[in-house]
């Protein structure tokens, strides 16, 4: 599971090291989080397809998903692009959930929400679950990865919490920075709270302090520009028993990128 892809040098650290980590690693499946891959702020078509061409299986987001209005009708037929769940389906485009198979054949559920706190107060991401798992024609797979993309790290340990033992892993995005409290839960699922960034790593978040820094200054907008220099590639690869969906390991996996 790779973290959120700031920009262009996210997109290319993740073409120029991805498919050897795939070979070197044993990796099956990938996921990574691209609602910032297109100049920062949102995803394209053409981003989206770099992204798949570099080995990523499938593409979760969050809240800047949006802010490319070529999105709404791509996320419509794209099934590899994920969004929000709990977004709802009253008029929103999309899917939040899919089942996809792995290079060996496993099939994966892969499941992205969005947290409430500090964020648009959208539907319950715990209820949203619950909805999912009661309402579902037929069982998910037993491996089953979660994206929560969300503020706050209280709420991300009881998404995770909640979620122990009733799916593989849970995984949280969108603060960029990462965290280091990546674990097995009691119950067999793989958490982190937040997997950090593929961006710029003399930066603030992925972007170019110059365009960050006078907001807490000041207090006057700016415009944000995506940071140069070298790329820190954030993420973890989690090994799940296919047959029960327990996580087995899970263990960070960083490397530095030249761009």
């Not at 397809?49 to 070529?70: L, P």
């Not at 709404?72 to 939040?96: A, C, F, M, S």
Request: some cysteine; charged content about 20%; hydrophobic content about 40%.
């Amino acid at each position: 599971m790779i973290s959120d892809l700031i920009g262009k040098p996210g997109r290319l650290a993740v073409e120029a090291l991805l498919p050897g980590l795939r070979h070197e690693l044993g990796i099956d499946f990938v996921t990574a989080n691209g609602e910032n891959v297109a100049g920062g702020m949102g995803l394209t078509a053409s981003t989206a397809e770099a992204m798949f061409k570099a080995g990523v299986d499938v593409i979760t987001s969050g809240n800047h998903i949006w802010d490319k209005r070529e999105m709404y009708q791509i996320i419509e037929h794209e099934e590899r692009i994920l969004r929000p769940l709990n977004y709802g389906t009253d008029g929103v485009p999309g899917k939040g959930w899919g089942v996809f198979h792995a290079e060996d054949g496993t099939e994966v559920a892969v499941l992205n929400f969005q947290g409430r706190t500090y964020m648009i107060p959208i539907e319950n991401p715990f209820t949203e679950f619950d909805r999912l798992i009661d309402q579902a024609s037929e069982p998910l797979p037993a491996v089953r990865i979660v994206d929560f993309h969300c503020e706050l790290t209280s709420e991300k340990n009881a998404f995770g919490i909640y979620l122990d033992g009733r799916v593989s892993a849970v995984v949280g995005t969108h603060t960029h920075v990462p965290t280091a409290d990546e674990r097995i839960m009691p119950k067999g699922t793989a958490y982190q709270s937040d997997l950090g960034m593929v961006g710029p790593i003399h930066s603030v978040i992925g972007f170019d302090p110059a365009t960050v820094v006078p907001r807490f200054i000041n207090g006057l907008p700016t415009r944000f520009e995506v940071g140069t220099g070298p790329v820190v590639f954030n993420s973890c690869l989690i090994d799940v028993d296919a047959a029960s969906g327990r996580a087995i390991t899970v263990e960070r996996v960083v490397r530095v990128f030249e761009v």
